[in-house]
Protein backbone atom coordinates (compact mmCIF):
# COMPACT_ATOMS: atom_id res chain seq x y z
CA UNK A 1 0.00 0.00 0.00
CA UNK A 2 1.01 3.22 -0.52
CA UNK A 3 1.30 5.84 2.49
CA UNK A 4 0.11 9.84 2.16
CA UNK A 5 2.64 11.05 4.72
CA UNK A 6 0.65 14.70 5.70
CA UNK A 7 -2.76 12.97 6.54
CA UNK A 8 -2.35 9.11 7.42
CA UNK A 9 -4.58 7.78 5.50
CA UNK A 10 -4.10 4.84 3.25
CA UNK A 11 -5.32 4.59 -0.34
CA UNK A 12 -4.66 1.59 -2.57
CA UNK A 13 -2.37 1.80 -5.08
CA UNK A 14 -4.89 0.62 -7.58
CA UNK A 15 -6.54 3.41 -7.23
CA UNK A 16 -4.59 6.37 -7.41
CA UNK A 17 -3.13 4.53 -10.99
CA UNK A 18 -6.81 4.74 -12.05
CA UNK A 19 -7.26 8.18 -11.21
CA UNK A 20 -4.08 9.64 -12.64
CA UNK A 21 -5.21 7.67 -15.98
CA UNK A 22 -8.55 9.16 -16.57
CA UNK A 23 -7.20 12.70 -15.39
CA UNK A 24 -4.81 12.03 -18.70
CA UNK A 25 -7.62 10.93 -20.70
CA UNK A 26 -9.41 13.78 -19.74
CA UNK A 27 -6.34 16.35 -21.04
CA UNK A 28 -6.14 14.79 -24.06
CA UNK A 29 -9.93 14.67 -24.81
CA UNK A 30 -10.15 18.64 -24.41
CA UNK A 31 -7.21 18.99 -26.56
CA UNK A 32 -8.09 17.34 -29.18
CA UNK A 33 -11.66 19.81 -28.72
CA UNK A 34 -9.50 22.97 -28.69
CA UNK A 35 -9.46 25.11 -31.90
CA UNK A 36 -5.84 24.73 -33.32
CA UNK A 37 -3.45 28.22 -32.92
CA UNK A 38 -3.63 30.31 -36.01
CA UNK A 39 0.04 30.79 -37.56
CA UNK A 40 -0.53 34.28 -38.06
CA UNK A 41 -0.54 36.24 -34.62
CA UNK A 42 -2.35 39.10 -36.81
CA UNK A 43 -5.85 37.57 -37.46
CA UNK A 44 -7.99 36.64 -34.26
CA UNK A 45 -10.38 35.37 -37.11
CA UNK A 46 -11.43 33.71 -40.23
CA UNK A 47 -13.68 34.68 -43.25
CA UNK A 48 -16.80 32.55 -44.07
CA UNK A 49 -16.21 29.69 -46.10
CA UNK A 50 -17.83 29.70 -49.76
CA UNK A 51 -20.52 27.02 -48.14
CA UNK A 52 -20.77 29.66 -45.66
CA UNK A 53 -21.20 32.36 -47.61
CA UNK A 54 -24.07 30.12 -49.41
CA UNK A 55 -25.97 29.32 -46.65
CA UNK A 56 -25.98 33.16 -45.73
CA UNK A 57 -27.23 34.16 -48.62
CA UNK A 58 -29.71 31.75 -48.97
CA UNK A 59 -30.82 32.73 -45.42
CA UNK A 60 -31.47 35.93 -47.02
CA UNK A 61 -33.14 35.22 -50.14
CA UNK A 62 -33.31 36.70 -53.47
CA UNK A 63 -35.13 40.18 -54.04
CA UNK A 64 -38.23 39.86 -55.39
CA UNK A 65 -39.43 39.53 -58.46
CA UNK A 66 -39.74 42.26 -60.66
CA UNK A 67 -42.25 41.66 -63.48
CA UNK A 68 -45.54 39.18 -62.83
CA UNK A 69 -45.23 35.41 -63.90
CA UNK A 70 -47.78 33.48 -66.27
CA UNK A 71 -48.64 31.84 -63.01
CA UNK A 72 -49.30 35.12 -61.31
CA UNK A 73 -51.52 36.51 -63.84
CA UNK A 74 -53.51 33.17 -63.81
CA UNK A 75 -53.57 33.07 -60.35
CA UNK A 76 -55.36 36.42 -60.53
CA UNK A 77 -57.86 35.84 -62.98
CA UNK A 78 -58.64 32.40 -60.79
CA UNK A 79 -59.67 34.60 -58.00
CA UNK A 80 -61.61 37.03 -60.19
CA UNK A 81 -63.80 34.02 -61.34
CA UNK A 82 -63.73 32.54 -57.39
CA UNK A 83 -65.21 35.46 -56.36
CA UNK A 84 -67.46 36.39 -58.82
CA UNK A 85 -65.99 39.47 -60.08
CA UNK A 86 -68.17 40.46 -63.11
CA UNK A 87 -66.96 43.16 -65.96
CA UNK A 88 -67.00 46.32 -64.78
CA UNK A 89 -69.98 48.72 -65.44
CA UNK A 90 -70.05 50.49 -68.57
CA UNK A 91 -71.21 54.04 -67.03
CA UNK A 92 -70.41 56.45 -64.44
CA UNK A 93 -74.45 55.77 -63.20
CA UNK A 94 -73.40 52.32 -62.81
CA UNK A 95 -70.01 52.61 -61.41
CA UNK A 96 -71.70 54.93 -58.40
CA UNK A 97 -74.46 52.57 -57.62
CA UNK A 98 -71.20 50.12 -56.50
CA UNK A 99 -69.75 52.61 -53.99
CA UNK A 100 -70.63 51.65 -50.89
CA UNK A 101 -69.13 52.93 -47.15
CA UNK A 102 -69.70 54.32 -44.25
CA UNK A 103 -69.16 57.91 -46.25
CA UNK A 104 -68.70 57.03 -50.16
CA UNK A 105 -66.97 60.71 -51.35
CA UNK A 106 -65.76 61.53 -54.88
CA UNK A 107 -62.23 63.33 -54.85
CA UNK A 108 -63.73 66.44 -54.54
CA UNK A 109 -65.91 65.80 -52.26
CA UNK A 110 -63.50 64.45 -50.22
CA UNK A 111 -61.38 67.41 -50.70
CA UNK A 112 -64.18 69.72 -49.18
CA UNK A 113 -64.74 67.39 -46.54
CA UNK A 114 -60.77 68.01 -45.54
CA UNK A 115 -61.05 72.00 -45.98
CA UNK A 116 -63.82 71.56 -43.71
CA UNK A 117 -63.52 69.37 -41.21
CA UNK A 118 -59.74 68.68 -41.69
CA UNK A 119 -61.13 64.88 -41.42
CA UNK A 120 -64.17 62.40 -40.19
CA UNK A 121 -62.67 62.59 -37.00
CA UNK A 122 -60.25 65.18 -35.75
CA UNK A 123 -59.14 67.19 -32.66
CA UNK A 124 -59.67 70.91 -32.38
CA UNK A 125 -58.18 74.39 -30.98
CA UNK A 126 -54.67 74.32 -30.10
CA UNK A 127 -54.43 70.49 -29.63
CA UNK A 128 -54.81 69.74 -33.04
CA UNK A 129 -51.18 70.77 -33.95
CA UNK A 130 -49.75 68.26 -31.66
CA UNK A 131 -50.74 64.45 -33.56
CA UNK A 132 -49.65 65.04 -36.82
CA UNK A 133 -45.63 64.63 -37.43
CA UNK A 134 -45.86 65.58 -41.10
CA UNK A 135 -49.06 67.75 -41.98
CA UNK A 136 -49.80 67.50 -45.82
CA UNK A 137 -52.37 69.63 -47.90
CA UNK A 138 -55.40 68.73 -48.54
CA UNK A 139 -54.94 68.70 -52.25
CA UNK A 140 -52.32 65.83 -51.74
CA UNK A 141 -54.15 64.00 -49.53
CA UNK A 142 -56.82 63.06 -52.09
CA UNK A 143 -54.36 62.38 -54.57
CA UNK A 144 -55.10 64.69 -57.18
CA UNK A 145 -51.47 65.21 -58.31
CA UNK A 146 -52.10 61.16 -59.62
CA UNK A 147 -53.80 62.92 -62.52
CA UNK A 148 -51.11 65.31 -63.46
CA UNK A 149 -49.73 62.78 -66.31
CA UNK A 150 -52.59 62.08 -68.99
CA UNK A 151 -53.25 58.35 -68.26
CA UNK A 152 -53.30 56.40 -65.58
CA UNK A 153 -50.78 56.55 -62.36
CA UNK A 154 -50.87 52.49 -62.31
CA UNK A 155 -48.47 53.12 -65.71
CA UNK A 156 -45.70 54.08 -63.27
CA UNK A 157 -45.48 50.59 -62.15
CA UNK A 158 -45.15 49.22 -66.03
CA UNK A 159 -41.89 51.74 -66.73
CA UNK A 160 -40.12 50.53 -63.55
CA UNK A 161 -40.79 46.20 -64.64
CA UNK A 162 -39.54 47.90 -68.60
CA UNK A 163 -36.21 49.51 -67.30
CA UNK A 164 -35.71 47.60 -64.39
CA UNK A 165 -35.65 44.28 -66.07
CA UNK A 166 -33.54 46.09 -69.44
CA UNK A 167 -30.99 47.14 -67.21
CA UNK A 168 -30.16 43.70 -65.25
CA UNK A 169 -30.90 45.47 -62.24
CA UNK A 170 -30.12 44.52 -58.57
CA UNK A 171 -30.93 46.22 -55.27
CA UNK A 172 -27.71 47.63 -54.55
CA UNK A 173 -27.47 49.15 -58.28
CA UNK A 174 -27.55 52.83 -58.50
CA UNK A 175 -30.71 54.42 -60.34
CA UNK A 176 -30.81 58.33 -61.28
CA UNK A 177 -33.70 59.85 -62.65
CA UNK A 178 -34.17 63.11 -64.65
CA UNK A 179 -37.32 64.55 -63.91
CA UNK A 180 -38.67 62.00 -61.66
CA UNK A 181 -42.26 64.61 -60.86
CA UNK A 182 -44.16 62.92 -58.23
CA UNK A 183 -42.76 59.92 -58.28
CA UNK A 184 -45.39 57.80 -60.72
CA UNK A 185 -42.26 55.71 -61.49
CA UNK A 186 -39.50 56.52 -58.41
CA UNK A 187 -41.61 54.73 -55.99
CA UNK A 188 -41.17 51.14 -57.39
CA UNK A 189 -37.46 51.71 -57.98
CA UNK A 190 -37.38 53.56 -54.05
CA UNK A 191 -38.82 50.36 -52.85
CA UNK A 192 -36.92 47.79 -54.56
CA UNK A 193 -33.58 49.43 -54.34
CA UNK A 194 -31.23 49.67 -50.66
CA UNK A 195 -31.18 52.48 -49.48
CA UNK A 196 -29.95 55.85 -50.54
CA UNK A 197 -29.50 54.15 -53.91
CA UNK A 198 -32.13 55.74 -56.09
CA UNK A 199 -31.72 59.81 -56.82
CA UNK A 200 -33.13 62.01 -58.83
CA UNK A 201 -33.23 65.82 -59.98
CA UNK A 202 -36.69 67.62 -60.34
CA UNK A 203 -37.36 71.08 -61.00
CA UNK A 204 -41.47 71.41 -60.25
CA UNK A 205 -42.12 72.79 -57.03
CA UNK A 206 -45.27 70.90 -57.33
CA UNK A 207 -44.19 67.57 -57.99
CA UNK A 208 -41.44 67.83 -55.30
CA UNK A 209 -43.95 68.66 -52.64
CA UNK A 210 -46.33 65.31 -53.57
CA UNK A 211 -43.39 63.63 -53.39
CA UNK A 212 -42.04 64.64 -50.28
CA UNK A 213 -44.75 65.23 -48.28
CA UNK A 214 -47.27 62.87 -49.48
CA UNK A 215 -45.78 59.86 -51.55
CA UNK A 216 -42.69 58.85 -49.69
CA UNK A 217 -44.07 58.80 -46.35
CA UNK A 218 -47.54 57.42 -47.34
CA UNK A 219 -45.93 54.27 -48.69
CA UNK A 220 -43.54 53.76 -45.73
CA UNK A 221 -40.07 54.72 -47.64
CA UNK A 222 -39.03 56.90 -45.27
CA UNK A 223 -36.38 54.35 -44.31
CA UNK A 224 -35.21 53.96 -47.81
CA UNK A 225 -34.06 57.60 -47.72
CA UNK A 226 -33.76 58.72 -51.85
CA UNK A 227 -31.73 61.65 -52.95
CA UNK A 228 -34.12 63.92 -54.84
CA UNK A 229 -33.27 67.40 -55.19
CA UNK A 230 -34.62 70.72 -57.24
CA UNK A 231 -33.05 72.02 -60.30
CA UNK A 232 -32.41 71.82 -63.78
CA UNK A 233 -29.22 72.93 -64.54
CA UNK A 234 -27.84 69.33 -65.33
CA UNK A 235 -25.72 69.37 -62.38
CA UNK A 236 -25.58 65.64 -61.01
CA UNK A 237 -21.92 66.55 -59.06
CA UNK A 238 -24.98 67.21 -56.87
CA UNK A 239 -25.23 63.43 -56.13
CA UNK A 240 -21.40 63.16 -55.05
CA UNK A 241 -18.63 63.16 -57.26
CA UNK A 242 -17.71 59.22 -57.03
CA UNK A 243 -21.04 57.81 -57.66
CA UNK A 244 -21.52 55.64 -61.07
CA UNK A 245 -24.78 54.60 -62.17
CA UNK A 246 -25.94 51.18 -63.49
CA UNK A 247 -29.08 52.98 -64.66
CA UNK A 248 -30.43 56.75 -66.21
CA UNK A 249 -32.97 57.51 -67.56
CA UNK A 250 -35.42 60.18 -68.42
CA UNK A 251 -39.61 60.22 -68.89
CA UNK A 252 -40.81 62.31 -71.21
CA UNK A 253 -38.17 64.63 -69.78
CA UNK A 254 -35.82 65.49 -73.01
CA UNK A 255 -38.80 66.32 -75.50
CA UNK A 256 -39.66 69.91 -73.39
CA UNK A 257 -36.03 71.21 -73.02
CA UNK A 258 -33.80 72.93 -75.85
CA UNK A 259 -31.44 70.37 -77.61
CA UNK A 260 -28.29 72.26 -76.40
CA UNK A 261 -29.09 71.34 -72.83
CA UNK A 262 -30.31 67.67 -73.54
CA UNK A 263 -26.70 67.53 -75.50
CA UNK A 264 -25.00 68.94 -71.97
CA UNK A 265 -27.03 66.64 -69.79
CA UNK A 266 -25.73 63.38 -72.49
CA UNK A 267 -21.91 64.75 -71.67
CA UNK A 268 -21.81 64.84 -68.34
CA UNK A 269 -24.09 61.62 -68.04
CA UNK A 270 -21.67 59.79 -70.19
CA UNK A 271 -19.06 60.36 -67.16
CA UNK A 272 -21.28 59.13 -64.44
CA UNK A 273 -22.51 55.63 -66.46
CA UNK A 274 -21.09 52.38 -65.75
CA UNK A 275 -18.91 50.67 -68.53
CA UNK A 276 -20.93 47.65 -70.07
CA UNK A 277 -23.46 47.00 -67.47
CA UNK A 278 -24.97 50.87 -67.19
CA UNK A 279 -27.97 52.49 -69.51
CA UNK A 280 -29.19 55.26 -70.19
CA UNK A 281 -33.12 54.92 -71.31
CA UNK A 282 -34.85 57.93 -73.20
CA UNK A 283 -38.10 57.69 -73.67
CA UNK A 284 -40.81 59.14 -76.34
CA UNK A 285 -38.64 59.96 -79.10
CA UNK A 286 -34.87 61.52 -79.51
CA UNK A 287 -35.41 64.58 -81.50
CA UNK A 288 -32.13 65.54 -80.12
CA UNK A 289 -30.05 63.45 -81.73
CA UNK A 290 -32.20 62.74 -85.08
CA UNK A 291 -32.84 66.52 -85.78
CA UNK A 292 -28.74 66.35 -86.16
CA UNK A 293 -28.91 63.42 -89.47
CA UNK A 294 -27.98 60.09 -88.63
CA UNK A 295 -24.06 60.04 -89.09
CA UNK A 296 -23.47 63.25 -87.47
CA UNK A 297 -25.73 62.59 -84.43
CA UNK A 298 -23.36 58.72 -84.45
CA UNK A 299 -20.60 60.79 -84.31
CA UNK A 300 -21.49 63.39 -81.75
CA UNK A 301 -22.75 60.20 -79.42
CA UNK A 302 -19.17 59.06 -80.03
CA UNK A 303 -17.55 61.39 -79.26
CA UNK A 304 -18.88 61.59 -75.58
CA UNK A 305 -18.44 58.00 -75.18
CA UNK A 306 -21.36 56.91 -75.93
CA UNK A 307 -23.90 54.22 -78.12
CA UNK A 308 -27.01 54.12 -79.53
CA UNK A 309 -28.06 50.23 -79.05
CA UNK A 310 -31.68 50.88 -80.50
CA UNK A 311 -35.29 51.11 -79.88
CA UNK A 312 -37.40 49.28 -77.36
CA UNK A 313 -40.87 49.16 -76.51
CA UNK A 314 -43.34 48.00 -73.64
CA UNK A 315 -46.86 46.98 -72.50
CA UNK A 316 -49.37 47.84 -69.92
CA UNK A 317 -50.27 45.21 -67.54
CA UNK A 318 -53.65 46.89 -66.84
CA UNK A 319 -54.50 49.09 -69.67
CA UNK A 320 -54.26 49.35 -73.12
CA UNK A 321 -50.97 50.95 -73.69
CA UNK A 322 -47.44 50.83 -74.96
CA UNK A 323 -44.25 53.30 -74.41
CA UNK A 324 -41.44 53.87 -76.94
CA UNK A 325 -37.64 53.80 -75.21
CA UNK A 326 -34.20 54.26 -76.87
CA UNK A 327 -31.34 52.70 -75.15
CA UNK A 328 -27.74 54.27 -74.50
CA UNK A 329 -24.75 52.59 -73.40
CA UNK A 330 -20.98 53.80 -72.58
CA UNK A 331 -18.68 52.66 -75.37
CA UNK A 332 -16.14 50.09 -73.93
CA UNK A 333 -12.71 51.67 -73.56
Known amino acids: MATLPSKGITVPASLLLLTAAAALLLFLLLSSLSPAPSSSSAASFSCPTTSAA ?6 TGPPDPISPTLDDIAWLKSQLVLNSIQ ?3 SSPAAWHSLRKGINPRT ?23 NHTALPCPEELLVEEHHSNYGEPWAGGRDVFEFLATAASLSPADHVLEIGCGT ?15 FHCLERDELSLMAALRYEIPSQGLLHKRPLILRGEDMEFDRFGSDVLYDLIYASAVFLHMPDALVWVGMERLSARLKLEKGRIFVSHNIKFCSRLGGDVCTNRLTNLGLEYVGKRTHDSLLFNHYEIWFEFRKLKA
Open 183 to 197: LRVGLHFIRYLDPAR
Open 54 to 59: SSIAAA
Open 107 to 129: RDQQLEDLRRFKGVSHYKGDDAE
Open 87 to 89: EPP
